[in-house]
Nanobody, 124 residues
Framework: QVQLVESGGGLVQAGDSLTLSCVTS????????MGWFRQAPGKEREFVAF????????QYSDSVKGRFAISRDNTKNTVYLQMNSLKPEDTAVYYC?????????????????WGRGTQVTVSS
């Protein structure tokens, strides 16, 4: 049974930092690229970051580039999202996802497995 479980969300103030974790099971983690997406109320789900299977390449959306960092630990089947200098517009439910496109992709339709999300709220 495939599982992706996000944690680490919460309520923070603008300028604070958070680290999200996504622990996975039920598939060969090191064979998949991992991504983070987010969805704010009333908005479509949007790409945040991905990391390829080996961790050697990453990509970020323009809105988070320079503030967020994605990483993975293939020994722990876990992907992380370090979020710094948080802004109110970062408020959203954050989802991790796994893609067989092992070099990484920003397209949600390329992701095979999804977690249920963790809420991040940034107050001004």
């Amino acid at each position: 049974q495939v599982q992706l479980v996000e944690s680490g969300g919460g309520l923070v103030q603008a300028g604070d930092s958070l680290t999200l974790s996504c622990v996975t099971s039920g598939f060969i983690f090191s064979n998949y690229a991992m991504g983070w997406f987010r969805q704010a109320p009333g908005k479509e789900r949007e790409f945040v970051a991905f990391i390829m299977w080996s961790g050697s390449d990453t990509q970020y959306s323009d809105s988070v580039k320079g503030r967020f960092a994605i990483s993975r630990d293939n020994t722990k089947n876990t992907v992380y999202l370090q979020m710094n200098s948080l802004k109110p517009e970062d408020t959203a439910v954050y989802y991790c996802a796994a893609s067989k496109v092992f070099y990484g992709t920003q397209w949600a339709t390329d992701y095979d497995y999804w977690g249920r999300g963790t809420q991040v709220t940034v107050s001004s």
